[in-house]
């Protein structure tokens, strides 16, 4: 009998809804909170403290853990990086908005801790803010869409 471990294919879907809410009431005032279909909080974006600047935000997982920490840098673009600290050798992406019209922004997403201005993007994000929707590709193709 063989008794090694099964693992997911890495084609297989598994959609999960989540919903997205500033006044849930297990949420401190101007946080947002991405709820399962049971109402807990999964994940939660807050600033990192009442007295940071408003250009820093921090992705916590459902137990306060964090998971990632978004700084916007002098030039524009958004950094993430990886945990509670913006520390550079933790940095993970970078996102420069390419387009900011009233109904459409396009953003481009670099992966990887390096930052060049010669760089190729790895993912592009094409949004439509009145529809509420965006869609991300990996070149031509679509990888996700909410």
Same mark, same amino acid.
């Given at each position: 009998?063989?008794?090694?471990?099964?693992?997911n294919p890495t084609n297989s879907e598994i959609p999960v809804d989540l919903f997205v809410s500033?006044?849930?009431?297990?949420?401190p005032r101007g946080d947002l909170g991405f709820l399962d279909s049971a109402g807990n909080v999964v994940f939660q974006v807050t600033h990192q403290s009442l007295k940071?600047?408003?250009?820093?935000?921090?992705?916590?997982d459902g137990t306060g853990?964090?998971?990632?920490?978004?700084?916007?840098?002098? !030039?524009g673009c958004?950094?993430?990086?990886?945990?509670?600290?913006?520390?550079?050798?933790?940095?993970?992406?970078?996102?420069?908005?390419?387009?900011?019209k009233l109904t459409r922004i396009e953003l481009e997403v670099f992966v990887g801790g390096e930052i060049s201005t010669e760089a190729t993007c790895d993912f592009?994000?094409?949004?439509?803010?009145?529809?509420?929707?965006? !869609?991300?590709?990996s070149g031509n193709d679509i990888v996700a869409q909410v």
């Open positions: 009998m063989d008794n090694s471990v099964l693992t500033k006044k849930h009431p297990g949420l940071s600047a408003s250009n820093k935000r921090v992705l916590l853990n964090p998971l990632l920490t978004l700084c916007l840098s002098n !030039s958004w950094l993430g990086y990886k945990g509670g600290k913006a520390e550079e050798n933790q940095l993970i992406f970078r996102v420069k908005r390419t387009k900011n592009k994000v094409k949004g439509f803010p009145f529809q509420k929707s965006c !869609s991300i590709y």
